[in-house]
C-alpha cells in the first residue's frame, strides 16, 4: 500500500502547496478556531491537466482526518468522461467512496474533443490502474444535480465552496432551477446554505486566458464574479 500511495500521489505531491491546495488551506483558516464542527466542503476541480488538484484533493482528505473538514461532494468541471473517474480514485483511496461525486456534463462534455488534449494526463492512469467505484461521469449526477441534492441537505450557511477549476459547475449552479431536491433556484440555495466560497483566481474567474473550453466561457467570469460577490463573501487565492 505504501508503494502504491507513493505511486498514486508521488513526488508531484510536492505541487499539493501550489495554488488549487492553498484554496483548501485558505477555507480552514478562514473558519474561526472556536466554529462548531469540521468544516463542510464541496470541492470543484478540473483534476486533469495539472496536478495540484490532486494535491488539493489530498489534502482536503488529510483536512477530515484531523476533524478539520467533512466533504459532502466533489465535482467535476471539464466534461472530460473520466475525469470524475480520477477523483473516485482519489476518494477510494481515502476510503471515502460514500462522497457525493458529480461531474459536468454540458455543451463541452459533449464535445468529441473533451479529453483528447491537456485533459488526460494523468486521469486515464487513475481510472485504468487504480481501485474505484466510479470510472467515467455516466455513473455519477451532473454537478449541479450533485450539489443541489448535498447543499439541500446541509444546514443553513454552513457550506464552503473550493473553486479550483473552471467555472462551468458554479455558472449552472447558480442559474439552476428548483428541482426535485429543493424548492430554491440556485441563486436563492446558494445564499442559504454556502457560508463562503474560495475562488481559485486568475483565468478561472476572470477569462484572462483563452483555452479550448475556456473561450466557450469566454462572458462567464464577470457575471459569475456578480452573481456570487452580491450574495456572499468571496475569497480569490492566487
Ligand atoms: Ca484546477
Redesign the pocket.
Same mark, same amino acid.
Given at each position: 500500500m505504501h508503494l502504491h500511495r507513493q505511486r498514486l500521489l508521488g513526488g508531484r505531491l510536492i505541487a499539493a502547496v501550489l /495554488? /488549487?491546495a492553498r484554496v483548501l488551506v485558505v477555507i480552514v483558516l478562514h473558519v474561526p478556531p472556536a466554529a462548531a464542527g469540521p468544516v463542510r466542503l464541496i470541492i470543484d476541480? @478540473?483534476?486533469g491537466f @495539472?496536478v @495540484? @488538484?490532486v494535491g488539493?484533493v489530498a489534502v482536503a482528505n488529510a483536512l477530515q482526518d484531523n476533524g478539520e473538514a467533512v466533504i459532502v461532494a466533489v465535482g467535476h468541471t471539464n466534461g472530460f468522461i473520466k475525469g470524475i473517474g480520477a477523483v473516485s480514485t482519489l476518494m477510494h483511496f481515502y476510503n471515502r467512496d460514500e462522497v457525493t461525486l458529480g461531474a459536468y456534463k454540458g455543451v463541452w462534455a459533449r464535445n468529441p474533443t473533451a479529453g483528447k488534449g491537456t485533459a488526460d494526463r494523468y486521469v486515464s492512469d487513475l481510472v485504468d490502474h487504480y481501485p474505484s467505484t466510479i470510472k467515467n461521469s455516466s455513473q455519477v449526477l451532473d454537478a449541479v444535480s450533485a450539489y443541489r441534492k448535498v447543499l439541500a441537505a446541509q444546514p443553513d450557511h454552513s457550506v464552503h465552496i473550493a473553486s479550483?477549476?473552471i467555472t462551468t459547475n458554479m455558472r449552472d449552479l447558480i442559474q439552476s432551477k428548483p428541482d426535485r431536491y429543493s424548492p430554491l433556484d440556485g441563486r436563492a440555495l446558494v445564499k442559504l446554505k454556502v457560508k463562503l466560497i474560495v475562488w481559485?483566481d486568475m483565468m478561472?474567474v476572470y477569462g484572462g486566458v483563452c483555452m479550448d473550453y475556456v473561450c466557450l466561457l469566454a462572458v462567464l467570469p464577470d457575471k459569475l464574479k456578480r452573481f456570487y460577490t452580491k450574495i456572499l463573501p468571496a475569497l480569490f487565492a492566487a
Open positions: /495554488a /488549487a476541480t @478540473d483534476a @495539472d @495540484d @488538484d488539493a479550483i477549476g481559485m478561472y
